[in-house]
């Protein structure tokens, strides 16, 4: 090294050095990456057929005391969406147990989670509820809703399936 260079790099102090490795640093993170590609032998996604009969083999554990329900249910709970917290002050609703015209179910059962496992509290057709939580899923949308007591406080809470949530008051009568 000659005498010029080296006072040149004393003169810059340390700063050269950390410059320089910051350079190289951002240099090599600027390389280029190979995208990973899935083997020739990798498992193909299953067929709605296969995710059908998986379904079939989810055993879930519910409660004696836990209803059918009179339409369809999700058939694979794995596929069900993400809770998502049910917008502003418009969120009063009302149970309706009334399915394609008949009352099927004069007193909704509200339950633990989307799948059902235990029901949690109970009301009459036509309580007013506020919503708090909405799930989309692939077959039935859930609502996690609070029972408004008579003196407007929370009365319980759980989930009710969509087809039991009117965004009407319901007459407890019909």
Sequence with gaps: MTKRSMTWRRGLGGGALACSLLLAA???AAAPVATP???????PLPTQAATATHALTLNIERDPDVPELPFP?????T????PTQWGGSNNRAWLSGVYQGELVEPTVHLYDSHLRRQVVARAPHGA???VV???SNPV???YMVRLVGEDGQSAGEGWVPGPFLSFEPVR???
């Design 26 to 28: 951002c240099a090599g």
């Design 37 to 43: 590609t899935p083997p020739a032998t990798a498992t």
């Design 73 to 77: 249910d999700n058939p694979d709970p």
């Design 128 to 130: 007013e509820v506020r």
């Design 133 to 135: 939580l909405y799930q």
């Design 140 to 142: 039935l949308d859930f």
């Design 79 to 82: 596929q069900c969406g993400i």
């Design 172 to 174: 407890a009568d019909s």
